[in-house]
């Protein structure tokens, strides 16, 4: 399908900071999108070759490539800017350390364009407002591979709404790989992530979603999220010591939306976001749990209690209807059951 001359359908956001190791990998595989697509890397404040590589890749690929140089402001500080300057009609955040399958990134990016030559036509009135597709756990060093799908929870190439939605099972969640965005609708959202702070993809996946009228799964494998480097911040150790942030962007999260509201319109909706609150309560406490002392004790209550004061109902349901709820009980033997509990989980699911 050729493309509207100018036109960009996707726009690439590749945060990336001391990233010289492996955002070629990344880069090389957004390319295949050719001129239908930008490709915005965002050098936030490297102290390695991360600004010379992205400066080569904008002069090689001028019109797909833009290099963009500023003071370092963490994860979430890149997300933002890729945002601000994005000219695609969707957008996408491809963390520097992962890539894309190339068969599928084409399958997507043809359906897009398809969506929207449709509308230029006056064939449909809008395009989705989300595309969902599938991600890959990908333990490169280790060979192993672990893929999540939404075939349950979403009909395969049909556009919907959260009305038509399935259950998710116990490892689905829509995370940041899983997601793109229309543009237009992030910023109508507001989606800010805060500055110099991890684990913000959880915000960028959460508040927009009431803002989602029209979904679109394709049951593609497209996302390979790389896992292993000891740097990382999903790694058990990095995460307890990163727990602050955690809790930050768990509070974060449980105050943005108003789960009342998205209840009266969508209820399925309401329900996967509070459970969505309900695991990340979950992974603040276990880690609290695992750090051990009188401090983190002291945070998980005052987290508990934020979550009270907040919102007394959804309190309620976090506590005695949810996952987050198992990771609350009272006593040593609570704390045992619960770190028990969490080895068996990464022991299964493969997470770092």
């Known amino acids: 399908m050729q493309s509207t001359k100018g036109t960009k359908y996707i726009s690439f956001a590749v945060p990336c900071y001391n990233s ?17 697509v930008e490709i915005i890397v965002v050098d936030d404040g490297s102290t390695d070759m991360t600004g010379e590589i992205a400066d080569y890749y904008e002069k090689i690929y001028p019109g797909i490539v833009r290099a963009v140089h500023k003071e370092n402001g963490g994860h979430g500080s890149g997300v933002n800017k890729g945002l601000e300057l994005a000219n695609g009609i969707f957008y996408k955040v491809v963390d520097s350390d992962d890539w894309l399958d190339r068969e599928a990134y084409l399958k997507l990016l043809d359906k897009v364009k ?30 192993t591979q672990h893929t999540i799908h939404y075939r349950n929870v979403f009909p395969t190439e049909e556009t919907c709404d959260w009305n038509d939605i399935g259950k998710f099972h116990t490892s689905q969640y829509l995370i940041m790989h899983a997601l793109i965005f229309r543009t237009a609708l992030l910023r109508q959202s507001g989606v800010v992530l805060p500055e110099h702070t991890f684990y913000v993809d959880n915000i960028f996946a959460y508040k927009p979603l009431p803002y989602v009228r ?82 983190a004790y002291g945070k998980r209550k005052r987290l508990w209690n934020n979550v009270k004061e907040e919102n007394i109902r959804l309190y309620f349901r976090l506590k005695y209807t949810t996952v987050s709820g198992l990771t609350y009980l009272p006593g040593r033997l609570g704390g045992l059951l619960t770190r028990g509990g969490y080895r068996a989980a990464r022991r299964i699911y493969q997470f770092q």
């Not at 036509?121 to 599938?134: H, K, Q, S, T």
């Open 214 to 295: 029209r979904i679109y799964y394709m049951d593609i494998d497209l996302y390979h999220y790389y896992i292993g480097r000891e740097d990382q911040s999903v790694n058990e150790k990095v995460l307890m010591s990163r727990i602050d942030q955690q809790i930050k962007v768990t509070e974060i999260v449980f105050k943005c939306v108003d789960l009342n509201e998205v209840r009266e319109e969508y209820p399925k909706l309401a329900e996967y976001m509070c459970r969505n609150i309900s695991i990340m309560m979950a992974i603040s406490s276990i880690h609290l749990l695992l750090i051990n002392s009188q401090e």
């Open 114 to 143: 398809r969506f929207c030559t449709m509308k230029e036509a006056g064939l449909i009135r809008e395009v989705p407002d989300l595309f969902v597709c599938n991600y890959i756990y990908d333990h490169l060093d280790e060979g």
């Open 20 to 36: 010289q190791d492996y955002m070629k990998r990344c880069i090389e595989s957004l390319l295949v999108g050719g001129e239908d």
